[in-house]
């Protein structure tokens, strides 16, 4: 079956500029994660969302960064006015229901600020 | 904050060898383990993962043991295979509270699996 899907998997884009990446979950996946993964590092989690509860954006790291998610389906995540250092690879992750399952990840979108 | 670790950043093992990764943890909250693999270039792929009322787990080729005690999970890898060679990474999740639901990941240790 499909697994997690992220587009684009390339982002260059200048500082300052907006971007919006794009994750489709796994079909019947509730719970859906976005972590952020600098050079060779671990994974950092941003935000999780789980069914119609209020999404847990408390890895966020500042009010640039946001996400929203279409009832259980696609979510987006926007960085607004990019800085150097919010070049990473964002990765996406869902999960049936969230509770101690393990959480099944996309190829991520590799994003590249000039 | 609660944070997962490693022990061994690299890892060099022969084609056929056994395998043993190691991960500390401080969250003694912790609930939940699962071990990821990382190609380059790729997503983390589900390798295997146990829970806190468990001490080991097996799956095909590996077998994950953890020790609450010490606060301790680690990887084994039976006769390890070229096509092992990655990055590895423990992530751990609490079992309720506000932290439910997200895992906390290491930094990664890398294995090489020379021919």
């Known amino acids: 079956g499909a697994g997690v899907s992220q587009s684009p998997s390339n982002k260059v884009t200048e500082k300052g500029k907006d971007v919006e990446l794009r994750c489709d979950p796994i079909?019947?996946?509730?719970?859906l994660y976005w972590y952020r993964q600098r050079l060779g590092q671990g994974l950092e989690f941003l935000i999780y969302f789980q069914g119609n509860s209020a999404p847990d954006k408390s890895g966020l790291p500042s009010d640039r960064f946001s996400a929203e998610r279409t009832g259980e389906s696609v979510s987006t995540l926007t960085i607004q006015r990019t800085q150097q250092e919010d070049s990473a690879v964002y990765l996406c992750?869902?999960?049936?229901?969230?509770?101690?399952?393990?959480?099944?990840f996309g190829d991520g979108t590799r994003l590249s600020i000039l | 904050g609660e944070n997962v670790g490693l022990h061994l950043p690299t890892l060099s093992v022969q084609e056929g060898d056994n395998s043993i990764i190691n991960c500390a943890y401080s969250?003694?909250?912790?609930?939940?383990f699962i071990w990821y693999k990382q190609e380059s270039g790729k997503g983390p792929q589900f390798i295997i993962d146990?829970?806190?009322?468990?001490d080991k787990r097996q799956g095909q080729r590996v077998t994950v043991l953890l020790n609450k005690t010490v606060k301790h999970l680690s990887l084994q890898i039976a006769a390890t295979q070229p096509g092992d060679s990655a990055v590895y990474f423990c992530a751990e999740t609490p079992a309720g509270g506000t932290s439910y639901g997200k895992l906390t990941f290491g930094q990664g240790t890398i294995l090489t699996v020379h021919p």
């Open positions: 079909s019947g996946h509730t719970a």
């Open positions: 146990i829970r806190s009322n468990m």
């Open positions: 969250n003694s909250a912790s609930d939940y």
């Open positions: 992750a869902s999960s049936p229901d969230g509770i101690n399952q393990p959480q099944h």
